[in-house]
């Protein structure tokens, strides 16, 4: 079973699909990280009213920690959407993998 197969069984996002998921060198340890990307039809929520918006445009590459796997730290690699919305302005979408802890990246 693939680990993409394990990680839509038990974190399955709504807006978004899993790419790529390789194992790097993060901090001095391996580590997996998982590339996620927004699924082609879908708009990012704005964070202040909740209604989704058109994007504006996309913020640089984050690594956000996620629960480890198999004693293998876990991240995902993501670049956030900021949104457009037409009442609030551009703002960074909401979106449900901004629970995890963002770390700094350098890549």
């Known amino acids: 079973m693939l680990i993409k197969t394990l990680l839509n069984k038990v974190e399955r996002f709504k ?15 391996e580590a ?16 202040a009213c ?8 996309r913020q640089p590459l984050r690594l956000f920690e996620y629960l480890p796997i198999w ?13 457009n919305c037409p ?7 909401r979106s449900s993998y901004l629970k995890f802890r963002n770390i700094p990246h350098e890549k």
């Open 71 to 83: 004693s293998f730290k876990a991240y995902f690699r993501y670049a956030p959407r900021r949104v």
């Open 32 to 47: 997996l990280v998982i590339d996620i990307e927004p699924r082609s039809n879908s708009r990012p929520i704005c964070p």
């Open 15 to 29: 807006s978004f699909v899993y790419g790529s998921i390789c194992v790097e060198i993060i901090g001095g340890i």
């Open 87 to 93: 009442v609030h302005g551009t703002k960074m979408g």
């Open 50 to 57: 909740g209604k989704r918006c058109s994007v504006y445009d």
